[in-house]
């Protein structure tokens, strides 16, 4: 089993980015999906998540609205689109599988995890 993220990056606060997270060798729509980051530090934290079919994405409640979470269950990837871009959300992302369907914000709900992107807000 594989996932993996690509698409950060450097930016410049209030900038976007669209991070992807690619899988293979699991049954995708088995598997609720959630993102995580993890800024120097610090403890890994939920960014967002999402169920197999698609429905009610999640968000953690500090990222008010700039973030949103789809995939695309055909082509085994989910997309992690960051708008409005903070300093404060400099981390490395991390995408993850959980059998279950649904996501979770707790990370040992979580069987697979990509290798992670690292995102850099700065002017």
């Known amino acids: 089993v594989q996932l993996v993220e690509s698409g950060g990056g450097l930016v410049q606060p209030g900038g976007s980015l669209r991070l992807s997270c690619a899988a293979s060798?699991?049954?995708?729509?088995?598997?609720?999906i959630g993102w995580f980051r993890q800024a120097p530090g610090k403890e890994r934290i939920f960014v967002g998540g999402?169920?197999?079919?698609?429905?009610?994405?999640n968000y953690a409640d500090s990222l008010s609205g700039r973030f949103e979470i789809s995939r695309d269950n055909n082509k085994e990837t989910l997309v992690l689109q960051m708008n409005n871009l903070k300093p404060e959300d400099t981390a490395v992302y991390y995408c993850?599988?959980?059998?279950?369907?649904?996501?979770?914000?707790?990370?040992?709900?979580?069987?697979?995890w990509g290798q992670g992107t690292q995102v850099t807000v700065s002017s």
């Open positions: 999402i169920s197999w079919d698609g429905n009610g994405p």
């Open positions: 060798g699991l049954t995708f729509d088995d598997y609720g």
């Open positions: 993850a599988g959980r059998t279950g369907r649904t996501p979770s914000p707790q990370t040992y709900d979580y069987r697979y």
